[in-house]
């Protein structure tokens, strides 16, 4: 039953345009290879939780266009299809896929929940009393 459940949803394969492209595992230099074509995502993150009520829609625009671009970079590095090939021939639901499938293989949920485990929890100082120092009579 589990090799059932296991077929049903984790993928090796994901077609992106007319073209395979098998759900890696991240290594290490993969990694550092993925994260070298991390480099708007973390602005734009935050200018999109910043912006004004008021311009939020266009803020969002903007960003979904530039992090579209950084989503195909990275589908690029894990995929070794060229860039031009999926910006023009892959669909969106294609790349999310890929993404979706090798977020699931490689357990990214549970890597990021291990590594916040990791960090020491922040305290909160507490105020010492003041000494208290008795006079001598």
Known sequence: MNALKHLLTNKDVVYLGDKKAHVKKLTPALWKEVFSAIDMLPGLAFQVITAPKANLTAYLIEAFDLALEEMI?????????????????????????????????????????????LLPKHQVDQPEEPETREKAV
């Open 73 to 117: 970079e990275i589908v690029s590095k894990l995929s070794g299809i060229e860039s031009d090939y999926l910006f023009n021939n892959a669909g969106l639901d294609e790349l999310i896929e890929y993404v979706f499938y090798t977020v699931k293989k490689n357990r990214l949920d549970e890597v990021s929940k291990n590594i916040k485990g």
